[in-house]
């Protein structure tokens, strides 16, 4: 019964722009974040800080103030990208069995400590520069201590994860000439649709129908196929596309041919 939960919240959850490519491109920009806002918040803590042997440029006078303007922008760069990623790997949530094996316990125990610590350092960050404080312990401090985890916890995900994200790091090498997602099981993808886990096969062209004929007519269908990455319009008959034939029940065939009537 759960694992019948689990398939069915997994193929709600699925969509052609919740794969590995996005997943790869959206880490990248979070990690070029956080490591912008490590560097900038390290370089004012000790600026603070400073241990006797530190010393620090005087000049610009305004380094100190383009730092902390970097800082604050990249942390608030953060927070969609954050909620994007969050988004993007959802049925990596709900995936079947939910553990294989200690190292996979361990790997998500890792992701766990990773959302959790930045989920608390953005909005805590965020606060602060409203000089807003409802928590009992020391800001400073903590938020310090914080960066350290979260950092070391994005290097162990990156390190986790590397195949996959070098396997999808290339657009070129993600798609193929139609500009259809090529599933590749062997990277280790947790966002395969039960269907892709069962056949591990890649996508074919039978699975672009089936997702266009769910779409409701008019502006509304052309807006769901672009967040989901179809084409706004089916292609025109003889072209190797997607056919709808109005008036009847919904009919489709792949390059250009109807079924016998």
């Known amino acids: 019964m759960v694992?019948?939960?689990?398939?069915?919240?997994?193929?709600?959850?699925?969509?052609?722009?919740?794969?590995?490519?996005?997943?790869?491109?959206?880490?990248?920009?979070?990690?070029?974040?956080?490591?912008?806002?490590?560097?900038?918040?390290?370089?004012?803590?000790?600026?603070?800080?400073?241990?006797?042997?530190?010393?620090f440029p005087t000049r610009p006078a305004q380094l100190y103030q383009f730092t902390q303007g970097v800082h604050i922008t990249a942390g608030i760069a953060i927070i969609p990208l954050l909620l994007a990623k969050l988004n993007t790997v959802m049925p990596a949530l709900v995936q079947t069995p939910p553990l294989r094996g200690p190292l996979h316990l361990l790997e998500r125990l890792s992701i766990a400590v990773f959302v959790a610590s930045a989920i608390v350092q953005v909005t805590t960050g965020l606060l602060n520069t409203y000089q807003w404080y409802p928590w009992?312990?020391?800001?400073?401090?903590?938020?310090?201590?914080?960066?350290?985890?979260?950092?070391?916890?994005?290097?162990?995900?990156i390190g986790v994860k590397l195949p996959l994200i070098t396997r999808y790091w290339r657009k070129r090498d993600s798609y193929d000439e139609h500009g259809r997602f090529v599933v590749d099981p062997?990277?280790?993808?947790?966002?395969?649709?039960?269907?892709?886990?069962?056949?591990?096969?890649?996508?074919?062209?039978?699975?672009?129908?089936?997702?266009?004929?769910?779409?409701?007519?008019?502006?509304?269908?052309r807006v769901l196929r672009w967040v989901d990455g179809f084409p706004a319009e089916p292609a025109r008959p003889g072209r190797g596309g997607i056919k709808i034939r109005r008036g009847r029940p919904i009919e489709m065939c792949i390059n250009g041919g109807w079924p016998d009537d």
């Open 186 to 221: 062997a990277a280790g993808s947790e966002l395969l649709s039960p269907i892709q886990e069962e056949r591990g096969a890649s996508t074919g062209p039978d699975a672009a129908p089936q997702a266009v004929a769910s779409y409701p007519r008019g502006i509304t269908g």
């Open 3 to 55: 694992r019948g939960l689990l398939l069915d919240a997994r193929s709600a959850m699925a969509s052609p722009n919740r794969n590995a490519r996005t997943a790869v491109v959206l880490g990248r920009l979070l990690g070029v974040a956080f490591l912008v806002c490590f560097a900038t918040g390290v370089y004012s803590y000790f600026l603070q800080q400073p241990l006797p042997w530190m010393r």
């Open 136 to 157: 009992p312990f020391p800001f400073k401090q903590v938020h310090n201590a914080l960066a350290y985890v979260l950092i070391g916890s994005l290097v162990l995900h």
